[in-house]
């Protein structure tokens, strides 16, 4: 099953005629809001774990353009653990990032972006209950998209470098489909692995994108691990949220 899940999403991606980075997926895409403009993501998500559910409620992503080329991020949840013998709230981390576009699409080459970005966190308490990551991380990545005829490939390709658990590579894939004029389907394959490509977290993720007008949207995806249950890796994910672009 998971074999006939994992060629399925990539027909869909495949086969797609837009593609989309960013919320409501884990991979990102070379786009920016604009100069001057403010793309504001609030959402509530789910994350199952062996050890109980997470909820981060709200999840705020705050993007401002400063030119046509550069993103400023930055990006917080206020998390909830809840689980057998434990319970926080808490601001859990805080993500920080500079997004630049240094190469627009051409007829022969893709559109480009580094996107890097540090990642600090607020509750050492899940850290040591390995919902998070203890420690500082800085995270060097590039997205890249190219345009063939209708359908344009969205991919991500970085380095997460962690103050106490060492290198990863994060790895993803992610594309749209625009089913009417304001209806687009999303699906997406996210991979983190270590530095020797021992494989940590494996997910997919389908969902949507819903345009009430042209400046807010309703966000929606799901997904989970590729592996089967029981190993140390997400069994659920849920990502609900609001997109205003202001």
Same mark, same amino acid.
Not at 45 to 51: E, F, K, R
Not at 146 to 163: A, S
């Given at each position: 099953?998971?074999?006939?899940?994992?060629?399925? =999403?990539?027909?869909?991606?495949?086969?797609?005629?837009?593609?989309?980075?960013?919320?409501?997926?884990?991979?990102? +895409?070379?786009?920016?809001?604009?100069?001057?403009?403010?793309?504001?993501?609030?959402?509530?998500?789910?994350?199952?774990?062996?050890?109980?559910?997470?909820?981060?409620? @709200?999840?705020? +992503?705050? $993007?401002? /353009?400063?030119?046509? $080329?550069? *993103?400023?991020?930055?990006?917080?949840?206020?998390?909830?653990?809840?689980?057998?013998?434990?319970?926080?709230?808490?601001?859990?981390?805080?993500?920080?990032?500079?997004?630049?576009?240094?190469?627009?699409?051409?007829?022969?080459?893709?559109?480009?972006?580094?996107? @890097?970005?540090?990642?600090?966190?607020?509750?050492?308490?899940?850290?040591?209950?390995?919902? =998070?990551?203890? /420690?500082? +991380? #800085?995270?060097?990545?590039?997205?890249?998209?190219?345009?063939?005829?209708? #359908?344009?490939?969205?991919?991500?390709?970085?380095?997460?470098?962690?103050?106490?658990?060492?290198?990863?590579?994060?790895? /993803?894939?992610?594309?749209? %489909?625009?089913?009417?004029? $304001?209806?687009?389907?999303?699906?997406?394959?996210?991979?983190?692995?270590?530095? *020797?490509?021992?494989?940590?977290?494996?997910?997919?993720?389908?969902? #949507?994108? %819903? +345009?009430?007008?042209?400046?807010?949207?309703?966000? #929606?995806?799901?997904?989970?691990?590729?592996?089967?249950?029981?190993?140390?890796?997400? !069994?659920?994910?849920? %990502?609900? !949220?609001? *997109?205003?672009?202001?």
């Amino acid at each position: 099953m998971r074999s006939i899940l994992a060629v399925f =999403l990539l027909v869909l991606l495949s086969a797609c005629a837009f593609a989309q980075g960013g919320p409501p997926l884990i991979t990102d +895409d070379p786009g920016t809001p604009g100069n001057h403009h403010w793309e504001i993501n609030v959402a509530s998500t789910i994350t199952d774990l062996q050890l109980g559910k997470v909820y981060e409620l @709200p999840h705020l +992503d705050l $993007n401002y /353009g400063y030119g046509n $080329n550069l *993103q400023l991020k930055l990006e917080g949840p206020l998390t909830i653990l809840n689980s057998p013998g434990h319970s926080y709230t808490s601001l859990a981390y805080s993500d920080w990032g500079v997004k630049w576009r240094f190469q627009e699409e051409t007829k022969n080459l893709p559109a480009m972006s580094t996107y @890097p970005q540090i990642l600090f966190v607020g509750n050492q308490e899940l850290a040591r209950l390995g919902i =998070l990551d203890p /420690g500082t +991380d #800085f995270y060097l990545p590039m997205e890249a998209t190219k345009t063939f005829g209708h #359908f344009i490939l969205d991919g991500e390709f970085g380095l997460l470098l962690r103050q106490f658990t060492g290198t990863q590579v994060s790895t /993803g894939v992610c594309a749209e %489909y625009d089913l009417l004029k $304001n209806l687009a389907l999303l699906g997406e394959v996210h991979f983190i692995t270590s530095s *020797q490509f021992v494989r940590d977290e494996s997910v997919w993720n389908l969902g #949507f994108k %819903y +345009d009430f007008t042209e400046h807010e949207s309703l966000l #929606f995806s799901a997904g989970r691990s590729f592996l089967r249950e029981g190993d140390d890796e997400p !069994g659920f994910l849920m %990502y609900l !949220g609001v *997109q205003f672009r202001v």
